[in-house]
């Protein structure tokens, strides 16, 4: 549905209500400060911090996670993983669709052990389960490779009931622990079935009100795939939307979301903010929900050595923390008072760069939704504002740099209604959603983790 855009009157900033901790946006005099004032936790649970120089002004609450500890081998210790893959092998994804689809699975197959459980969910018209969780012996994964080798490219596109289908299989609970989560692999073209986006989406979240610890991820194949969808679905299962462009990009997309599920240390986390008198709602792309005055912002899970930067606005407050933590196998809560104080030049820079961050995140969702109703200038006009608003902060600083590097990017996407309709559409949720969630997608970035980066050598290797 194409809405009004939410431009802002000609001088007015997209972000003017969340102002850099510096004060007015100004070119950069010298090189940026990016020390992390919060760094990764030694231990096995969640770091929190707030920050913010005076009462009302732009805050950051910060969420970190510890690294995953090591086998005696110095391996990372880890949950086992039950996953299932819902495969879309109708006609739409025949030939080199199809194929990188294999590929991809092929490099899963390669990296799972004994511990991990695999199910298989292919569709056409009609859906088929060919496996269901199984345990990831080496004779099994023979088995399930020599299956997805033999698919063919079948007929319609029943993409509803393959992810109906998966998500009954995570439903079958052996009462052991483990990172439980669904991939569905797809072009999301669907025409039998459920067909509308808010048909899908609403299955999704229907199965996640039952069970938040299955998390979906969606991944797109080719450039006709339906994005909008994907990413929609994707939020709704908690997870994320990753856009693969091309053959080159399989290894660091699979081994990105691989090597996340491999170092899931929390899941299930709310984050409540709160302060007498009420406050304005907290600035993230997470699912933001209030509650009695308060605001509960809802995380799926944290992979190791991930944050979470969400900004808020408070005189004088509390945030409370609540989150299931994987390696201590416990509920934990966590409560912090909220009180401004004189800022170090570092955690100056870190607010400034988490206002750039959510900013070019929120530029980029709505550009995405003015270019889709072919309001092309509003589109690169909300991208342009966040590429100055970025540039005021850049210096040196590596992470300021990549925003701006993305934001260009993306501008090249919306230039004409065939270039958005080719790539921007994809990109444009694909960096956005990566930004919003500071989370790495398959591309190169600061979001991934120590696991992801041996899982990404281990896919160039191959």
Known sequence: ??????????????????????????????????????????????????????????GLLSIVAPQTPDDADGTAKRAPIDLTLVIDRSGSMGGTKLAMVKRSIAFILSQL???????????????????????CTEGEKRKMGAKVAGMQAGS????????EAGLKLQKKKTG?????????????????????????VKLVAGARRKDSSVVVHTFGFGDDHNAEMLAAVAQAGGGEYVYVEKDENLGDSFAEALGGLASVVAQSISLTVSQPGGMERPRTQFPVVQEAGDWRVDISDLYAEERRDILVVMTEGT?????????????????????????????????????????????????????ACGRLAEARQHLQDALLEAKAVAGDC?????????????????????????????????????????????????????????????????
């Open 1 to 58: 549905v194409c809405r009004p855009s939410s431009q802002p009157a000609m001088g007015q900033s997209a972000s003017s209500l969340y102002r850099l901790a510096r004060g007015t946006p100004r070119p950069p005099t010298g090189p940026a400060r990016t020390g992390n004032p919060l760094p990764v936790p030694t231990g096995t649970q969640l770091g929190l911090q707030y920050l913010s120089k005076s009462a009302g002004s732009t």
């Open 113 to 135: 052990n004994a511990g991990d459980r695999l199910a298989l969910v292919s569709y056409d018209t009609k859906v088929r389960t060919d496996f269901e969780l199984t345990a």
């Open 156 to 163: 319609m596109t029943n993409l509803s009931g393959g992810l």
């Open 176 to 200: 052991r622990e483990a990172v439980r989560s669904l991939f569905l692999l797809t072009d999301g073209l669907a025409n039998v079935g459920m067909t509308t986006t808010p048909e899908i």
């Open 319 to 371: 945030a409370k923390l609540r989150y299931y933590s994987i390696l201590s196998s416990e509920w934990v809560t966590v409560e912090l008072a909220c009180t401004p104080r004189e800022l170090t030049p570092d955690e100056i820079a870190a607010v400034d760069l988490a206002v750039a961050r959510e900013t070019t995140a929120a530029a980029m969702m709505q550009a995405n939704e003015d270019a």
């Open 398 to 462: 590596e992470d300021i740099q990549r925003l701006q590097c993305d934001l260009n990017e993306c501008l090249e996407t919306v230039q004409t209604a065939a270039e958005y309709q080719s790539k921007g559409a994809k990109k444009l949720q694909w960096i956005g959603g990566g930004h919003g969630k500071q989370r790495s997608r398959g591309a190169e970035c600061a979001y991934t983790n120590s696991v992801q980066r041996s899982m990404k050598s281990a896919a160039s290797a191959m």
